[in-house]
């Protein structure tokens, strides 16, 4: 074999050697992200609610409207707190402050946030005890997200996993795992988990960044060593084949 011959040998080998290399890498990391089945931006709501049962009067917001602290949301007038009211029996000075003698009170916004639902518009009745509206509060978004993994992928993940949110307007945010329930389907874990990103926390609960915007998580799993990836599809082809 001449010189020349030995050395188109000896680089063929080391270029045979750097693209296994690669590709093993990339295979491996693949091996470790795993993309969900279903994602979607989700608040921490709070019900708006009254305790006597009545007519709304008035409503002064509308689905998206943001609240503060304080605002007022509907007027509901209840005969049976006006009858309350002239017989002495309203005891809570709260209440007693925002109603009038005629059963009218005020229901007010208890946090800063977006009302997100009107369960009972102006003319309508309230249930005692029911619900009025859903108000999501701000700087309380959080990602809820489902992964249908196998036994041995559910072991790798854990609180503190790092996770890639895709907005609908292809924005990335950083987030992770703060979270995980799993329920097992057909020898699957579909584990839902909850993952926080500072990106969101700030947010007010409006336009992109609303309960129900969808958006695509990719989990990091955790790292089980450089070829592991490699070792675990080498053992799941050979159980396949039965050996």
Do not use: C
């Amino acid at each position: 074999m001449t010189w020349a011959n030995r050395l188109k040998m000896t680089a063929g080998l080391l270029i045979v050697l750097v693209l296994v290399a690669a590709f093993t890498v990339v295979f491996n990391q693949r091996q470790q992200r795993v993309l969900s089945t279903s994602a979607a931006i989700v608040a921490e709501s709070y019900p708006v609610g009254t305790d006597y049962g009545g007519i709304v009067t008035r409503q002064y917001v509308e689905v998206g409207d943001e609240v503060a602290v304080g605002d007022p949301l509907f007027d509901v007038r209840s005969l049976h707190l006006q009858r309350d009211i002239a017989t002495g029996q309203v005891a809570d000075p709260a209440l007693a402050a925002g109603v009038s003698a005629d059963g009218t009170s005020t229901i007010a916004a208890t946090v800063d946030g977006t009302v997100r639902e009107i369960a009972v518009p102006q003319g309508g009745f309230a249930q005692a005890g029911g619900m009025l509206a859903t108000v999501d509060e701000n700087s309380s978004l959080f990602v809820e997200a489902e992964f249908q993994l196998s036994a041995r992928d559910y072991a790798r993940i854990a609180e503190g996993n790092d996770v890639e949110l895709l907005l609908p307007n292809q924005a990335l945010l950083e987030g992770a795992v703060v979270g995980i329930d799993v329920t097992t389907v057909e020898g699957q874990a579909l584990s839902t988990v909850r993952i926080e990103s500072r990106d969101l926390s700030d947010k007010s609960a409006t336009g992109m960044f609303q309960a129900g915007t969808p958006v695509q998580a990719t989990l990091q799993l955790r790292q089980d060593g450089p070829l592991a990836g490699v070792g675990d599809a080498v053992r799941d082809l050979l159980r396949k084949v039965g050996l």
